[in-house]
């Protein structure tokens, strides 16, 4: 089993030590818990991908500590990227530029951009202080599956990585990964939405161009079906609920609002209706009614939109997708 360590001077070094001999450890950050490597070790990304199970071509998020150590990180900071940093860091934005060379080309699927990151959490702030360079990190879960929101819920994910170290930060405060920005073109594009949103960035920047499909594969998390519980899963309106219950055999687990009526056999797993408590609540929601042995997953998606709303759909519309 993986060791869960709480945060202190001693662990912390004990975390940076690991990930100098090029073995992952996990972290909190606000937004989920990532699978730390040196963003400079080939063998040491490599060991986050084959440890996640994930695909090569699936880039990384380099997580620093501020604007300096991203200008050491990437190619092209301008004005534009230090405005965001000045108004949104540390915090839930990667900003994508092309990468120095030094960055490890696996890090990004061979990709000649990298995604920048600097994390508000105090934990993940003090490691990346600690390590002295950029430390990347995809969430700390197998590959497609529902991201980590809580230290055990790492564990559990790697039950049989024995080495693996976990620094307990907590419940993430964001709950969603971070809003991801290509800045490598002339207007920028968000590839994933997060809780900096559309409305936000363009109160810096001016008009967002928004992601498409053919962009999106360039951007971490954004392949069709991802943070996807292992039981069968699917979206539901609210106002077929009660049908589509009353004609399923087996127990469902009900995914929706905190008031929301389920008929008798099946359970709810309720959300709150605050926006950012939703957020917050929505992946450890999904793993509580994956591990409750329903037959299926009934999703109720909210109705609102804007704001964090729609990285929440953004979310629920991966959980749901056909595996290919």
């Keep these: 089993m993986p060791e869960i360590l709480q945060p202190n001077a001693d662990t912390i070094a004990q975390c940076v030590a690991q990930l100098k001999r090029g073995i992952p450890m996990a972290f909190p950050t606000e937004t989920v818990y990532g699978l730390a490597c040196d963003s400079t ?9 084959r440890l996640k199970q994930r695909p090569a071509n ?7 500590l501020d604007a ?15 405005k965001l940093a000045d108004a949104f860091w540390p915090g839930p934005l990667a900003i994508i530029l092309p990468r ?8 990004v699927g061979g990709r000649s951009n990298v995604a920048v990151r600097s994390p508000a959490h105090p934990v993940a702030r003090a490691l990346i202080e600690a390590f002295g360079g950029p430390i990347s990190a995809p969430s700390a879960n197998r590959s497609g599956r529902v991201s980590p929101t809580t230290a055990l819920h790492v564990a559990e994910e790697f039950s049989d990585a024995d080495e693996l170290l976990i620094l307990d930060g907590g419940p993430c405060e964001v709950g969603l990964e971070s809003t991801v920005l290509d800045l490598s073109r ?11 949103t559309v409305t936000d960035l363009e109160a810096i920047l001016g008009p967002i161009a928004m992601p498409d499909i053919g962009r999106q594969s360039s951007s971490p998390g954004t392949s069709p079906s991802h943070y996807a519980p292992q039981t069968p899963t699917e979206l539901v309106p609210d106002i077929d609920l009660a049908t589509r219950l009353a004609s399923e055999p087996q127990r469902v687990a009900v ?10 056999g099946h359970e709810l797993f309720a959300l709150p209706h ?9 992946y450890a929601t999904l793993r509580r009614a994956d591990a409750s042995g329903a037959a299926k997953i009934f999703i109720v998606a909210p109705t609102e939109r804007g704001g964090i709303w729609d990285a929440a759909h953004d979310r629920l519309r991966r959980a749901v997708a056909r595996r290919s």
């Design 68 to 82: 300096a150590m991203a200008k050491a990180t990437v190619i092209g900071w301008d004005v534009r990227a230090q």
């Design 274 to 282: 605050h926006p950012a408590a939703y957020a917050q609540m929505l």
């Design 186 to 196: 002339a207007r920028p594009m968000i590839l994933r939405p997060g809780a900096v």
């Design 58 to 64: 699936n880039p990384l998020i380099a997580h620093v």
């Design 100 to 107: 120095r060379a030094h960055v490890c080309a696996a890090s």
């Design 41 to 49: 070790s080939e063998p040491a990304v490599c060991e986050v991908f």
């Design 255 to 264: 995914v929706a609002f905190v008031g929301t009526p389920v008929i008798e």
